[in-house]
């Protein structure tokens, strides 16, 4: 099994930073990539940023220049750093993997999510 679990979230004012973690644990042979996600109430999930094992990342627009995604330890833990916060970025962020475990072909596993939110 591999768990997901992000942490980092809160409360922050527009123009404020955050930091968001998500470390994978369990019986992981490797990690293709990690990703984050977004959901605010009436949304679909998307996709926020990307990295990929090798380091490369895509980022969706509306964060280009604000957030940066990066990762350790060959992306058993990544980070998402959030800059100049506007209210329309509060929403629960999730951390996706790509993730080979031990008996198992690749498949994609999702932590429990973590709120974020911008607010004077």
């Known amino acids: 099994q591999v768990q997901l679990v992000e942490s980092g979230g809160g409360l922050v004012q527009p123009g404020g930073s955050l930091r968001l973690s998500c470390a994978a644990s369990g019986n992981i042979l490797s990690i293709y990539s990690m990703a984050w996600y977004r959901q605010a109430p009436g949304n679909q999930r998307e996709l926020v940023a ?13 964060v280009k220049g604000r957030f940066t995604i990066s990762g350790d330890n060959g992306l ?6 959030m ?13 996706n993997g790509y993730i080979r475990a031990l008996g198992q ?4 596993y999702w932590g429990q999510g973590t709120q974020v939110t911008v607010s004077s």
């Open 83 to 95: 800059n100049s916060l506007k209210p329309e970025d509060a929403a629960v962020y999730y951390c």
């Open 105 to 108: 072909s690749n498949i994609i």
């Open 76 to 81: 058993n833990t990544v980070y998402l750093r």
């Open 50 to 62: 990307r990295i990929i094992s090798g380091g490369a990342t895509d980022y969706a627009d509306f």
